[in-house]
Nanobody
Framework: QVQLVDSGGGLVQAGGSLRLSCASS????????MGWFRQAPGKEREFVAA????????NYADSVKGRFTISRDNAKNTVYLQMNSLKPEDTAIYYC????????????????WGQGTQVTVSS
Protein backbone atom coordinates (compact mmCIF):
# COMPACT_ATOMS: atom_id res chain seq x y z
CA GLN A 1 0.00 0.00 0.00
CA VAL A 2 1.01 3.58 -0.68
CA GLN A 3 -0.45 6.52 1.17
CA LEU A 4 -0.36 9.92 -0.51
CA VAL A 5 -1.02 13.27 1.17
CA ASP A 6 -1.48 16.34 -1.02
CA SER A 7 -0.84 19.83 0.29
CA GLY A 8 0.01 23.37 -0.79
CA GLY A 9 -3.22 24.51 -2.37
CA GLY A 10 -4.81 27.87 -1.67
CA LEU A 11 -6.22 31.07 -3.07
CA VAL A 12 -4.01 33.09 -5.39
CA GLN A 13 -4.51 35.92 -7.85
CA ALA A 14 -4.11 35.38 -11.56
CA GLY A 15 -0.45 35.51 -12.51
CA GLY A 16 0.63 34.18 -9.15
CA SER A 17 2.36 30.96 -8.16
CA LEU A 18 1.79 27.98 -5.91
CA ARG A 19 3.78 24.85 -5.18
CA LEU A 20 1.89 21.66 -4.46
CA SER A 21 3.48 18.80 -2.57
CA CYS A 22 2.55 15.15 -2.36
CA ALA A 23 4.15 13.16 0.43
CA SER A 24 4.23 9.40 0.14
CA SER A 25 4.52 6.70 2.77
CA UNK A 26 4.38 2.97 2.59
CA UNK A 27 6.18 1.14 -0.17
CA UNK A 28 9.33 2.32 -1.94
CA UNK A 29 8.47 5.69 -3.44
CA UNK A 30 11.20 5.52 -6.07
CA UNK A 31 9.54 2.49 -7.67
CA UNK A 32 6.50 4.54 -8.66
CA UNK A 33 5.74 6.87 -11.50
CA MET A 34 3.80 9.87 -10.22
CA GLY A 35 1.15 12.05 -11.77
CA TRP A 36 -0.84 15.16 -11.02
CA PHE A 37 -4.46 15.45 -12.10
CA ARG A 38 -7.12 18.07 -11.48
CA GLN A 39 -10.88 18.25 -11.42
CA ALA A 40 -12.91 21.40 -11.72
CA PRO A 41 -16.58 21.58 -10.66
CA GLY A 42 -18.80 19.86 -13.19
CA LYS A 43 -15.86 18.56 -15.21
CA GLU A 44 -14.05 15.27 -15.51
CA ARG A 45 -10.70 14.66 -13.90
CA GLU A 46 -7.94 15.68 -16.30
CA PHE A 47 -4.24 15.00 -16.63
CA VAL A 48 -1.83 17.76 -15.63
CA ALA A 49 1.67 16.28 -15.44
CA ALA A 50 3.57 13.04 -14.88
CA UNK A 51 7.09 12.06 -13.92
CA UNK A 52 9.04 8.83 -14.13
CA UNK A 53 10.61 7.06 -11.16
CA UNK A 54 13.99 8.74 -11.59
CA UNK A 55 12.67 12.15 -12.58
CA UNK A 56 14.32 11.88 -15.98
CA UNK A 57 11.02 11.70 -17.84
CA UNK A 58 8.28 14.30 -17.56
CA ASN A 59 5.12 14.97 -19.53
CA TYR A 60 2.61 17.84 -19.39
CA ALA A 61 -0.84 18.68 -20.60
CA ASP A 62 -0.73 21.30 -23.33
CA SER A 63 -2.75 23.67 -21.15
CA VAL A 64 0.01 23.86 -18.51
CA LYS A 65 3.14 23.37 -20.59
CA GLY A 66 5.64 26.15 -19.93
CA ARG A 67 3.87 27.24 -16.74
CA PHE A 68 3.92 24.14 -14.50
CA THR A 69 6.89 21.99 -13.51
CA ILE A 70 6.69 18.55 -11.95
CA SER A 71 9.63 17.26 -9.92
CA ARG A 72 10.37 14.67 -7.27
CA ASP A 73 12.73 14.13 -4.38
CA ASN A 74 13.02 10.40 -3.77
CA ALA A 75 15.02 10.96 -0.59
CA LYS A 76 12.02 12.84 0.83
CA ASN A 77 9.38 10.59 -0.76
CA THR A 78 7.76 13.68 -2.21
CA VAL A 79 6.60 14.89 -5.60
CA TYR A 80 6.02 18.56 -6.35
CA LEU A 81 4.06 20.64 -8.82
CA GLN A 82 5.35 24.17 -9.23
CA MET A 83 2.61 26.27 -10.79
CA ASN A 84 3.49 29.68 -12.22
CA SER A 85 1.49 32.24 -14.21
CA LEU A 86 -1.71 30.81 -12.81
CA LYS A 87 -4.97 31.49 -14.62
CA PRO A 88 -8.57 31.37 -13.37
CA GLU A 89 -9.11 28.29 -15.52
CA ASP A 90 -6.52 26.46 -13.40
CA THR A 91 -9.01 26.51 -10.51
CA ALA A 92 -9.66 22.91 -9.48
CA ILE A 93 -8.95 20.26 -6.89
CA TYR A 94 -5.50 18.86 -7.61
CA TYR A 95 -4.70 15.23 -6.92
CA CYS A 96 -1.42 13.35 -6.99
CA UNK A 97 -1.37 9.72 -7.99
CA UNK A 98 1.11 6.84 -8.01
CA UNK A 99 1.54 4.01 -10.48
CA UNK A 100 3.87 1.01 -10.25
CA UNK A 101 4.78 1.30 -13.91
CA UNK A 102 5.64 3.92 -16.48
CA UNK A 103 4.04 7.37 -16.33
CA UNK A 104 0.65 7.73 -17.98
CA UNK A 105 -1.85 10.43 -18.88
CA UNK A 106 -4.73 8.09 -18.06
CA UNK A 107 -6.13 8.47 -14.57
CA UNK A 108 -7.60 4.98 -14.60
CA UNK A 109 -4.11 3.47 -14.77
CA UNK A 110 -2.99 4.90 -11.44
CA UNK A 111 -3.21 2.73 -8.35
CA UNK A 112 -3.08 5.19 -5.49
CA TRP A 113 -4.45 8.69 -4.99
CA GLY A 114 -4.06 11.56 -2.61
CA GLN A 115 -7.03 13.25 -1.01
CA GLY A 116 -6.72 16.36 -3.16
CA THR A 117 -5.87 19.99 -2.47
CA GLN A 118 -7.97 22.95 -3.62
CA VAL A 119 -6.41 25.57 -5.88
CA THR A 120 -8.44 28.71 -6.53
CA VAL A 121 -7.21 31.41 -8.90
CA SER A 122 -9.02 34.72 -8.78
CA SER A 123 -9.16 37.10 -11.73
Amino acid sequence: QVQLVDSGGGLVQAGGSLRLSCASSGRTFSNYAMGWFRQAPGKEREFVAAIGWSGGYTNYADSVKGRFTISRDNAKNTVYLQMNSLKPEDTAIYYCAARLSSPSMRATLYDYWGQGTQVTVSS
